[in-house]
């Protein structure tokens, strides 16, 4: 005969009750492990899938994710003629935020080098890839437009063509992707006001100078656009990403870029560590010391329960102790409901988490490996837990029935 | 058993001293108490309260061991002082039955079950246990309430069901402790006969301790503690048998 399972049928109420708080306790812990994991995944998804295998970024930077990078768009050539390159691309990253329908949108704008890169690395939900070298866009679908809606940023707008799932930036707003020229638009937007007012500084700067009253024509060209001046340099990217030729090792395309001393050059798993290690370090330590922190609590509510449930059978066991059961007896008793708690407890937070965690506004990613760890452990608590309970009844004396 | 254990005594208590606590606080709770209660033997345990009737009980129980004195069950020493010279909790198991004032039945099992966990843990297979329950409840009357849990029985259905218990490992010796206080004065001669009926058709030695003044002529042999001292009963009424 089990006794636990008979007691468990008795009060099956107070039982059902008791698994359904650890359960949801559990729940928070699963969710927390998620979040966790959720937070790297976000935080390296980039770099995990655009293929890069050398990140070129400016000189003694972090860039261009843990800190601000800005390298000359002619870095692309330059570095593509370095024996053993295959590919190189310029890379733009800037978030924004701007209204939709209302609503605060926060988008970072994700620069692809056409017409080299029109995004097919990324997996697509529904829709295409860029096809044009301006004005379309791939929106994740966490930004919440529609396939074909059309998003004004700066002076221009954007016509949604693809749409993706899933990749997000570090802080966990949605990408958009755009030619590097869009995305460089969209980044260095200026009323036409402030363009007005920067040429007619241009202008009177020029012609209060020598060089000005000698050369007319040349304060006639400060008026105009940028671009047509040559003294001025172009629009700054990010990075460049390098692309290593089958068979060519990285570390000698490396040896020849670290001697250049206008860039610094990392592999893909230096910027991963990078990011892990300064950007997200504090945010995912925090996370990971919550996550103790739940568990050692729930190992301490699960001990009270577990504790007050024998507490509440301390009678009946020690009339088993009077009419002799063995200590075995008892222990199995207490630690099979303690097991039993644990168990169904750890199957509900897996129940509910797998409808409430997709829900949530950013990732949780349940590893199974994570499911184990957390499933050893809760055999663990729920074991440990028992022991106050079982150290109680080991302890009681049969002549407690006589004192009731 | 071998004949040698059944022609000796279901209890044999020597010289048993009880005291609790030292110096000026020392209170000598059982003071030089013999008693030997024989197979087939019921006797009856009076005396007013704080005379050391529960101490003498859960002594010869095995669950308070006595300070000095000797107890022998079944011809077999098993306490010296307060040295065991056997598994107390084993010897429990397989020779003593207990019955108290309350039937302390286990709130989560049915009647059956209660009687069978007292032979499971006892290692008797379950099967067999099931049906020595079934049988025993049927001895005494309650065949009609096995599957009822014990907040569905009356008072007296729960203490035939906790007489049951007892009985479940054949036990040379039953201790009960007050087993009618909760029982009207039917009910309790009811439950007093059937220790009665339980000793002389089980080969058991039964010791009650009892305020029930009117069942006293179920009793084969009446012993009165006094101050920690046992005395013969005054106005012993023995049964015809």
């Known amino acids: 005969m089990n006794l636990a399972v008979k007691d468990i049928k008795h009060n099956v109420g107070r039982f059902m009750l008791t698994t359904v708080g650890i359960g949801l306790l559990l729940m928070i812990v699963m969710g927390m492990s998620g979040i966790y994991r959720g937070l790297i995944v976000e935080a390296t998804l980039l770099i995990d899938h655009i293929g890069a295998d050398l990140w070129v970024v400016q000189s003694d930077t972090r860039g261009p994710f843990a800190e601000i990078s800005r390298i000359p768009r002619s870095m692309k050539d330059r570095v593509l003629a370095v024996p053993g390159v295959s590919r190189t691309r310029s890379f733009v990253s800037h978030t924004i935020q701007r209204e939709h329908h209302g609503h605060p949108l926060r988008v970072v704008v994700q620069g692809l080098s056409w017409p080299e890169d029109k995004g097919e690395w990324i997996p697509l939900i529904s829709g295409r890839y860029l096809s044009k070298g301006h004005y379309e866009m791939i929106a994740d679908k966490s930004l919440g437009l529609e396939l074909g809606e059309k998003l004004a940023l700066g002076k221009d707008t954007y016509e949604v063509v693809g749409l993706t799932k899933g990749m997000v930036g570090s802080g966990g707003d949605g990408l958009g992707f755009f030619t590097v020229s869009d995305a460089l638009s969209i980044q260095f937007d200026q009323p036409g006001e402030a363009l007005r007012l920067e040429r007619a500084a241009r202008r009177e700067r020029i012609a209060s100078a020598d060089l000005g009253r000698l050369q007319p024509s040349l304060v006639k060209r400060a008026a105009g656009l940028s671009s047509s001046i040559p003294a001025l340099s172009p629009q700054a990217v990010n990075a460049v990403l390098v692309s290593v030729e089958p068979g060519c090792c990285p570390e000698k395309v490396i040896s020849v870029l670290s001697k250049w001393p206008d860039i610094s050059v990392y592999t893909t798993g230096q910027q991963r560590q990078l990011l892990l290690a300064g950007m997200v370090d504090k945010a995912r330590r925090q996370i990971g010391l919550f996550r103790i922190l739940l568990v050692i609590i729930s190992m301490i509510i699960m001990a009270l329960v577990i504790y007050t449930l024998t507490m509440d059978k301390i009678h009946d066991i020690a009339m088993l102790k009077l009419i002799g059961a063995r200590n075995r007896v008892i222990v199995g008793l207490i630690m099979q409901q303690s097991v039993l708690t644990g168990l169904l407890g750890y199957l509900l937070a897996y129940w509910l988490g797998s409808y409430a965690f997709p829900k949530f506004p950013r990732q949780v990613i349940i590893e199974n490996q994570d499911l184990l760890a957390l499933a050893v452990v809760v055999l663990m608590i729920s074991v440990g837990a028992s022991l106050l309970g079982v150290w109680k009844a080991v302890k009681v004396e049969p002549n407690k029935v006589l004192a009731a | ?241």
């Open chain 2, 1 to 241: 058993m071998s004949d040698e254990v059944m022609k000796a005594p279901a209890i044999a208590a020597i010289n048993l001293t009880k005291v609790y606590g030292s110096g000026n606080t020392e209170v000598i709770a059982l003071n030089d108490v013999s008693l030997t209660v024989g197979r087939r033997e019921i006797v009856a345990l009076l005396g007013p309260s704080g005379a050391g009737k529960s101490t003498l009980l859960t002594a010869v129980g095995l669950i308070n061991p006595p300070t000095s004195g000797r107890i022998e069950i079944g011809g077999r020493a098993v306490l010296e002082g307060e040295r065991a010279l056997v598994d107390l909790r084993k010897f429990r198991r397989e020779n003593l039955g207990f019955v108290f004032q309350k039937a302390n039945l286990i709130p989560f099992l049915s009647a059956v079950e209660n009687v069978q966990v007292a032979m499971e843990i006892n290692d008797v297979r379950p099967r067999q246990a099931r049906k020595r329950a079934m049988d025993l409840l049927e001895y005494l009357g309650v065949s009609d309430r096995t599957g009822n849990l014990p907040d569905a029985l009356s008072g007296g259905q729960q203490q035939r069901v906790a007489v049951a218990r007892a009985l479940a490992n054949n036990p040379m010796l039953i201790l009960a402790d007050e087993p009618t206080a909760a029982l009207d004065s039917f009910r309790g001669r009811q439950v007093m006969e059937l220790f009665r009926k339980v000793a002389h058709e089980h080969d058991a030695g039964v010791i009650v301790v009892t305020h029930d003044q009117r069942s006293l002529d179920v009793f084969d042999r009446i012993v009165e503690m006094e101050d920690g001292r046992l005395r013969p009963h005054k106005e012993a009424q023995v049964a015809g048998h």
